[in-house]
Structures are given as structure tokens and as C-alpha cells.
């Protein structure tokens, strides 16, 4: 607990020591930091799968055939 304290005091000081400049500028630095983060992870969730075909294949027999095609080719569909 003792070390918390001294922690939380020694942050107060610094706090006061700064300037107006100074502190805009660490609360610049957390906003690109916390934007990057939404980006990044918004990227990692995207789907990476992408559209082949323009319109839908409604023909039934050739659906199966393009499906079977593309599993033996090694892509997931």
C-alpha cells in the first residue's frame, strides 16, 4: 500500500509540474495510441474472404460443380 501511495504522489507532482503543452501533448500520444488499437483490431476482424462472382449462381448443379472445384483446389468457400 505504502508503494502505491508514493506512486500515486510522485504522479500528482509530475502532473503539476507540467505544462499546458505538455500535458495536450501526452493526451495527443493516448488518442493516437487508442485510435491505432481500434484500427488494428477492426482490421484483424475484417473477413478476408472476397467476392468471386458478380451475381449469384442460381443453377444448383453448377454451384456444386464451382464448390467442388474450389475445395480441390485448396480454398475454402
Same mark, same amino acid.
Given at each position: 500500500?505504502?508503494?502505491?501511495?508514493?506512486?500515486?504522489?510522485?504522479?500528482?507532482?509530475?502532473?503539476?509540474?507540467?505544462?499546458?503543452?505538455?500535458?495536450?501533448?501526452?493526451?495527443?500520444?493516448?488518442?493516437?495510441?487508442?485510435?491505432?488499437?481500434?484500427?488494428?483490431?477492426?482490421? $484483424? =476482424?475484417?473477413?478476408?474472404?472476397?467476392?468471386?462472382?458478380?451475381?449469384?449462381? =442460381?443453377?444448383?448443379? $453448377?454451384?456444386?460443380?464451382?464448390?467442388?472445384?474450389?475445395?480441390?483446389?485448396?480454398?475454402?468457400?
Amino acid at each position: 500500500m505504502k508503494i502505491m501511495k508514493k506512486l500515486i504522489e510522485h504522479i500528482k507532482n509530475i502532473w503539476e509540474k507540467w505544462t499546458w503543452a505538455q500535458k495536450l501533448i501526452l493526451f495527443g500520444i493516448v488518442a493516437v495510441l487508442v485510435i491505432g488499437c481500434i484500427v488494428l483490431m477492426s482490421e $484483424l =476482424t475484417s473477413t478476408s474472404m472476397v467476392p468471386i462472382f458478380a451475381r449469384p449462381i =442460381t443453377d444448383e448443379s $453448377l454451384l456444386d460443380w464451382i464448390v467442388f472445384r474450389v475445395e480441390q483446389e485448396g480454398y475454402s468457400c
